[in-house]
């Protein structure tokens, strides 16, 4: 059993940056790929970024090269580091660990000026 707890959302301008974290719990955080979504109102839930256990990482197209996704195994943590945010990165964001039934509660990130 994992729990996974997001924290960091909040309002921001565009061109702002905010950095989100996901502590996991109840399980070894390491051996886990870990993976951030977002939600937006009315469309699917997609997937943003994701991490290996030997921190290799990926980006979907929209966020390459402004988000950037690590990890602390110290801490049970993974991050998301955003920059140059965008009105249309406006979304709740969700860390989980792909192929298993876990995800959090998601934290609320809105881009507006």
């Known amino acids: 059993q994992v729990q996974l707890v997001e924290s960091g959302g909040g309002l921001v301008q565009p061109g702002g940056s905010l950095r989100l974290s996901c502590v996991a719990s109840?399980?070894?955080?390491?051996?886990?790929?870990m993976a951030w979504y977002r939600q937006a109102p009315g469309k699917e839930r997609e997937w943003v970024a994701t991490?290996?256990?030997?921190?290799?990482?990926n980006y979907a197209d929209s966020v390459k090269g402004r988000f950037t996704i690590s990890r602390d195994g110290t801490r049970n943590t993974v991050y998301l580091q955003m920059n140059s945010l965008k009105p249309e990165d406006t979304a709740t964001y969700y860390c989980?660990?792909?192929?298993?039934?876990?995800w959090g509660q998601g934290t609320q990130v809105t881009v507006s000026s």
């Open positions: 991490i290996t256990r030997g921190d290799s990482t």
């Open positions: 989980h660990p792909p192929g298993t039934q876990y």
């Open positions: 109840g399980s070894p955080f390491s051996i886990y790929i």
